[in-house]
């Protein structure tokens, strides 16, 4: 090892025990001992120089400050029962030695130790108070759901035309799931106020449909006033029409060129809706949800729909082609508008439909999907949180409508100009229903 190595080794060793020392130094009492800032620096000496000599020497020297460590404990538990101060000087011996074979990691780690200790209180007060049992549990479920059950699924095809992984439908699981804990979060961190629509907004991206119908409840049951509950259905189907920009793009960049002013009136259209209705959101007519963040089974729920969805559409196209696709994407709006736009996208994109087509396609695509949630919100509801929301849908459909009929010349010479200069390569799919899936 170089001389320069070897000093930035040894200086970080020092700077991660000098760091550990202080922070435990003051959370001493007075006249209390405990390993303090010198102890720590001498342990991290200790461990680089150990480390340095072979690995034998190295563990002799944890064995002896295990020793330490023990029987400071055994002295200490009548009094202070705690153990994070024994632990941080194992920590402490730990970096040390690793800052002999990545000075960098070693300081990022103790400085990140070194926080944790400080926060004492702080993460007290987070895992005690802030946090409720369902939280926690809701947490626990979505960390199995993503860390422990993902990696078991299968990534290979399981119906006869192969388009449902068992990977991919659980990814859409948690991604309803860890949306809605993000909403949670965001209501309880904000308030009813700004807390709900930031949530309704970002609840969106994974189902609007489901934003459309819980918030209805919330009326429904008195929770909220018809208007401010449309706002924040509104705000979900916003993010739902940036969502199914993105996923139009994806599919068939060419299609989003040609359908770019459509997308934007059908948004102004939305907006123009939405923006009276934002200012009556209540400041305190929401109280802040301690509950569920989330529902696994209608997590569950909505992706059982999507793979059926996606085997209407695989069937279709099987026994009647094109049109089958068509058709099928129009009955896949009624409950998941991004998997529909990825038929018709994916059907231009392989030459099976005319460009004026799709973008009428898409069209009416989006007013499938608005009948579908203005009924859904009547129902859920009521009559006038249902027509407030229908307002701004059907003026979204407007809006797009009135983009495909306001340049369609110069937007095809626009997509005739995009394909050619090969930008969409590397962009389509094999078969149409797969896109349902993957978006």
């Known amino acids: 090892m170089n001389t320069h190595a ?11 025990g000098l760091l550990m020392g202080v922070v435990r130094e003051r959370r001493h009492e007075p006249g209390r001992t405990r390993a303090g800032t010198r102890t720590h620096t001498l342990v991290a000496m200790l461990g680089y120089v150990s480390w340095s000599l072979g690995i034998w020497p190295f563990v002799a020297t944890v064995m002896v400050v295990g020793a330490l460590v023990i029987g400071g404990y055994q002295a200490s538990a009548p009094t202070g029962p705690g153990q994070t101060g ?8 730990m970096l040390s030695a690793l800052a002999q074979q990545n000075p960098s990691l070693s300081a990022g780690l103790g400085v990140l130790a070194a926080a944790l200790l400080h926060a004492k209180q702080a993460s007290q007060r987070i895992s005690r108070e802030l946090i409720s ?12 759901a993503a860390l422990v059950v993902m990696p078991l699924l299968s990534d290979q095809a399981i119906d006869p035309w ?36 930031l949530a309704a907004f970002f609840s969106g991206f994974v189902s609007s449909t489901a934003v459309v119908a819980s918030t209805g409840q919330r009326v429904r049951a008195g929770q909220s006033q018809a208007l401010p509950a449309a706002a924040c259905a509104l705000l979900a189907n916003l993010a739902s029409l940036v969502l199914f920009s993105a996923v139009v793009g994806t599919a068939s960049p060419a299609l989003l060129v040609a359908m770019r002013w459509p997308l934007v009136l059908a948004g102004v259209g939305l907006i123009l809706v939405l923006l009276p209705a934002v ?85 009416a695509v989006l007013a499938s999907s608005a009948l579908a949630k203005t009924a859904l919100a009547m129902v859920s509801g009521g009559i006038r949180y249902g027509l407030m929301v229908g307002l701004g849908l059907h003026a979204m459909v407007a809006g797009g409508a009135l983009g495909v009929l306001w340049v369609p010349d110069q937007i095809d010479k626009q997509v005739v100009s995009f394909v050619a200069s090969g930008q969409t390569s590397g962009n389509s799919f094999t078969s149409a229903p797969a896109g349902l899936i993957r978006a």
Request: charged share 10%; aromatic share 4%; hydrophobic share 60%.
């Open 6 to 16: 070897l000093l930035t080794g040894m200086l970080t060793a020092l700077g991660v």
């Open 86 to 93: 024994e632990v941080a000087l194992l920590v402490t011996l």
């Open 133 to 144: 049992d369902q939280e926690l549990q809701d947490t626990l479920i979505l960390a199995a």
């Open 162 to 197: 192969g388009m449902l992984q068992p990977t991919q439908l659980w990814r859409i699981v948690v991604l309803v799931m860890a949306v809605g804990m993000m909403g949670h979060m965001a209501q309880r961190a904000l308030g009813g106020r700004w807390g709900l629509p």
């Open 279 to 363: 200012h009556r959101i209540e400041r305190d007519g929401d109280k802040v949800q301690t509950g569920h963040a989330f529902k696994l089974t209608h997590a569950v729920a909505m992706a059982s729909i999507m793979a059926l969805m996606t085997l209407l559409a695989a069937w279709l196209q099987h026994v009647f082609g094109n049109l089958g696709v068509l058709v099928a994407a129009l009955c896949v709006a009624w409950v998941e508008v991004h998997a529909a736009a990825v038929g018709i996208a994916q059907l231009m994109q392989t030459g099976g439909m005319a460009s004026e087509l799709a973008r009428w396609a898409l069209v």
